[in-house]
T-cell receptor, first 114, second 110 residues
């Protein structure tokens, strides 16, 4: 009963070729997050949506963009992937009920760059 | 005086023994903390949380301890099982955002 679903689980793209990763949720949570996780490291927040409001982290490269067409879906677009963008990309959601609510993660999309 | 547990990047535990995973957090203003478990090829899975007005919270086979004085968090797993092998992250919440600590890889020996 996956509640945060990421597709595809594995994505291979070519250097410089745009790629889109998708995330959907059945939890009806109003906050959605995108993280990048490299091998043996903790997840690093790229940006998040609070409802329709987009919040970018200061150190997120311009190469990374996001779209949230509705509550259930959120997309991560990488405009020109470089070799350093190979990583696991995690989507998470949270219910807005104050800050004391955990984030729920999907199982990620592992992105490889050829 | 109180001791602060050392964060170790790896922990090897005999099956059936108890595990203790330590974490230091950075922001004294943080008032909510979470432990996540991440198995290979999967996303982080919520284990247990604790608010800053508590110093201990228990779940099923897990206990989280919070020491605000020294900004230290620990996760205790009772009777560790092979399925507990994973990377464990502590996280603090600031401004609706998670800040993860360095993970600890737990390996359970049969």
């Amino acid at each position: 009963d996956a509640m945060v679903i990421q597709n595809p689980r594995y994505q291979v793209t070519q250097f410089g070729k745009p790629v889109t990763l998708s995330c959907s949720q059945t939890l009806n949570h109003n906050v959605m997050y995108w993280y990048q996780q490299k091998s043996s490291q903790a997840p690093k927040l790229l940006f998040h949506y609070y409802d329709k409001d987009f919040n970018n982290e200061a150190d997120t490269p311009d190469n990374f963009q996001s779209r949230r067409p509705n509550t259930s879906f959120c997309f991560l677009d990488i405009r020109s992937p470089g070799l350093g963008d190979a990583a696991m990309y995690l989507c998470a959601t949270r219910r807005d009920g104050g800050i004391n609510q955990p984030q729920h993660f999907g199982d990620g999309t592992r992105l490889s760059i050829l | 005086g109180e001791s602060v547990g050392l964060h170790l990047p790896t922990l090897s535990v005999q099956e059936g023994d108890n595990s203790i995973i330590n974490c230091a957090y950075s922001n004294s203003a943080s008032d909510y903390f979470i432990w996540y478990k991440q198995e290979s090829g999967k996303g982080p899975q919520f284990i247990i949380d604790i608010r800053s007005n508590m110093d201990k919270r228990q779940g099923q086979r897990v206990t989280v301890l919070l020491n605000k004085t020294v900004k230290h968090l620990s996760l205790q797993i009772a009777a560790t099982q092979p399925g507990d092998s994973a990377v464990y992250f502590c996280a603090e919440i600031n401004d609706y955002k998670l800040s993860f600590g360095a993970g600890t890889t737990v390996t359970v020996r049969a």
